[in-house]
């Protein structure tokens, strides 16, 4: 067991898939070289397996994701990487039009099995065009998968999965997390699947939601209500935002009947309020209060300004007030 | 046509029951919205309520007398064409079941969740039976749980007296009876004594009364002002005052304005426990004491910190006025944080008095009397003093602070001269 941060997990991943199979290649804008990155994501991997393998981009997003979808028909695993989440909407109609339609377009004959590495979210003081959860755009396309690891663990098991599938799928990192978790983590090899969500702990009062940042709050809170309050609340990390593991979260929420759903994206038409309409179509008869969602508010994006910022950010104390309330209604 | 129900209306902040007094119509009277239906009572206040429908009277649920929560069912009104699909039983038998046992039921049907309504449906539990937890008496699915396992199930609806017809009720029981005699009506006597039930002021009065007792643990202080430079700047006022103002100037005004100074400079005075919580209040209100022939009243001068004596004489003026004519509003009658009682228009120099609840304190002002006092070192002088009695919330207030306090008030009331304006 070694301890790693979920940068180092994602690094891992990838070296780890790149040894295993040829067919694996890295680029984007900074990727290769020396610098392996902004956030160094895939440092050390360009010296390791060469320049042929791991390369820089110019700065097109539309042509990265357009190189990795050919890339994927002619047989290779592409890990092209956006450095920003922000920075993905040029790539927009590669993506929706031709990566993630490839399967459907040719009958089940062909797809283009890539993944679209990218750091999301808030809380770092990035402003309008490094703080974005830009995953919305991505949901109810079928045909691609959209998944965020929020935990160090996830984070190496998810990735290496992701790799080895033969679906398109958009990998949301979460930035804030990059160095903020760590954890031990099993040396030998382990797989995390990309279509489950995960119950982080077991409880009959209510089910929280939650995924990446506004997680690690969730689990805060949840720990420290159970033990001044005696809230036992069930805790599921998200993690497949497109397709949802149903089965899961309609389990859960008929399990206890309450529901809460936080995520750090703008209220309004989030991945939650699918969640939401799953539950509420599934579960109505064992729901004993409203499905609560906590998010942030319907501004177009997060401000630059540090109070700003945190204003419009969930935090900690909303999450614990949130979990509060509902166990009191 | 359907059955409109009208509840025991909201009647301000804090007050969660009232006594219906009076009904102002009758079964199969026809009624307008906003029509007085009845009147109420409700922290020493009387109120004539509205009626929330146009329509004909069908049933007076509540017995005049009766104290109620407020949001209980007080009447049901048969509204012409009213797109509500219940058909006049079914709201009969929903509606009857809280006035029975309306301190218990506020007498609203629960809404219930879809989960808590499949459980009570899948079970056949006696949703009455139920006692809710979640908010404003929400019956949560633990709540549900909890009965179940309690061994609870198949609950048995309680018989209701108001089940059966007026007609037919059996006067099997003379507590029934009692129940049903309005407020101070004589229900036996004989030579020797009088037998009244309370009426719904009485009642609450002894209520408030052993709540205080029971809950605030007392504590008592006594100190002596002396007065005298005070009597003199009253009575070279009051002439002129009365002449003007068209009421007297009593020396009421000054001891409010020196306590309302004094709780200035210890705001502590200004508190009040309330469920394991101290609150301190910014707002200087004062509870001043009025009395008539049958009741003590203790009506509210708001933020009396700014305001002059003569502010506070009119203001104590106005509000004896209603009370004396028995048209004290309801926002005067509420607020208060600290209770002055002028004790001393019974000719009292000493006493103790129980804290108007939940307030922190009430100081009593005794009658001023002329003494002969010891001026300076070797003097004797017929002096003008008062006693100052104050009674405090032992939880909040210690001796010291209650003590520094009425050495405020004394200071304060020793500070006027001939030289004060009242303006």
Redo the contacts between chains.
């Keep these: 067991m070694k301890e790693l941060t979920y940068l180092e997990a994602i690094n891992q991943a990838i070296d780890e898939e790149m040894a295993r199979d040829k067919g694996v290649v890295v680029f984007g804008e900074d990727v290769g070289g020396d610098k392996g990155g902004v956030f160094g994501a895939t440092k050390g991997l360009a010296a390791k397996y060469g320049d042929r393998r791991v390369f820089n981009t110019p700065i097109a997003e539309a042509e990265i994701a357009g190189l990795a979808t050919g890339l994927g028909l002619m047989g290779h695993h592409a890990i092209a990487e956006f450095q920003f989440a922000d920075y993905i909407l040029p790539a927009v109609n590669q993506i929706l039009s031709e990566t993630t339609r490839m399967r459907y377009r040719t009958g089940g004959d062909w797809t283009a099995p890539v993944v679209f590495r990218t750091p999301y979210g808030a809380g770092v003081r990035g402003g309008l065009y490094h703080s974005q959860a830009t995953d919305k755009i991505f949901l109810g396309q079928p045909g691609l998968r959209v998944v965020t690891p929020s935990t160090v663990y996830d984070a190496k098991g998810m990735l290496k999965s992701a790799i080895r599938s033969e679906d398109p799928v958009l990998f949301y990192e979460h930035k804030r997390l990059y160095r903020m978790i760590k954890a031990e983590i099993p040396e030998e090899e382990y797989l995390v699947p990309i279509d489950k969500a995960h119950v982080i702990r077991e409880g009959e ?1 209510l089910t929280v939601i939650s995924y990446g940042l506004t997680l690690q709050y969730v689990l805060k809170s949840v720990a420290d209500l159970a033990e001044t309050e005696g809230i036992d609340a069930e805790v599921i990390d998200l993690r497949s935002l497109y397709p949802l593991d149903k089965e899961t979260l309609i389990k859960s929420a008929s399990k206890t ?1 309450k529901v809460l759903l936080v995520t750090e994206d703008n209220l309004e038409s989030n991945v939650m309020s699918e969640v939401a309409a799953t539950i509420a179509e599934s579960a ?6 409203p499905i609560t969602r906590l998010a942030a508010p319907n501004t177009p994006t997060v401000a630059y300004a540090a109070n700003l910022e945190k204003e419009f950010l969930v935090s900690e104390e909303k999450v614990r007030q949130a979990i509060l309330d509902l166990a ?2 | 046509m359907s059955i409109e129900i009208i509840k025991m209306p909201g009647l301000g902040e804090s007050v969660t029951e009232a006594s219906l007094e009076k009904w102002l119509t009758a079964p199969n009277e026809s009624i307008q919205k906003y029509d007085p239906i009845a009147e109420v009572m409700s922290d020493k206040v009387s109120t004539e309520i509205p009626a929330s429908f146009t329509g004909v009277v069908k049933k007076l649920l509540i017995n005049e007398g009766d104290m109620v929560p407020i949001g209980t069912p007080i009447m049901e009104v048969e509204v012409e064409g009213s797109t509500g699909k219940v058909s006049v039983n079914e709201v009969e038998e929903t509606s009857q079941q809280p006035v029975a046992t309306p301190e218990e039921k506020t007498g609203k049907k629960p809404r219930l969740s879809p989960v808590v309504a499949r459980m009570i449906e899948e079970n056949n539990l006696d949703v009455e039976a139920i006692q809710g937890t979640g908010n404003n008496g929400r019956i949560t699915k633990t709540d549900v749980r909890k009965f179940m396992k309690s061994g609870a199930k198949e609950g048995i609806k309680p018989p209701t007296i108001s089940e059966q017809p007026q007609t037919e009720r059996p006067v099997s029981s003379v507590a029934k009876v009692e129940e049903v005699v309005p407020a101070k009506e004589i229900v036996t006597g004989d030579d020797r004594k009088i037998i009244q039930k309370p009426s719904a002021t009485r009642r609450m009065i002894a209520d408030r009364m052993v709540k205080s007792t029971t809950e605030i643990p007392h504590a008592w202080l006594v100190v002596e002002a002396d007065v005298t430079e005070l009597v003199k700047l009253r009575n070279q006022l009051k002439a002129d005052y009365e002449k003007e103002n068209g009421h007297k100037l009593t020396y009421f005004p000054f001891f409010l304005q020196a306590v309302a100074r004094a709780i200035r400079q210890y705001p502590v005075m200004n508190s009040s426990w309330q469920q394991d919580q101290i609150i301190q209040y910014k707002d200087v209100n004062l509870s001043i004491a009025v009395a008539t022939e049958e009741y003590l009243y203790v009506p509210v001068i708001k933020q009396i910190d700014q305001r002059s004596i003569a502010g506070i004489a009119s203001e104590v003026n106005r509000l004896s006025r209603d009370i004396k004519q028995g048209q004290m509003k309801m926002e005067d009658m509420q607020g208060g944080t600290f209770t002055v009682n002028n004790t001393g228009t019974f000719g009292s120099v000493q006493s103790m008095g129980v804290i108007n609840y939940p307030q922190a304190a009430i100081l009593q002002v005794e009658s001023i009397r002329k003494e002969l006092k010891v001026v300076g070192d070797n003097e004797v002088a017929i002096r003008d003093v008062v006693n100052l009695c104050l009674s405090i919330d032992h939880r909040i207030l210690d001796g010291l602070v209650a003590g520094n306090f009425l050495k405020a008030v004394k200071e304060q009331l020793e500070a006027y001269s001939v030289q004060t304006s009242i303006y």
């Design positions: 009062d009947g109505l008869f064992d729901l004993d209060a009191q209604f």
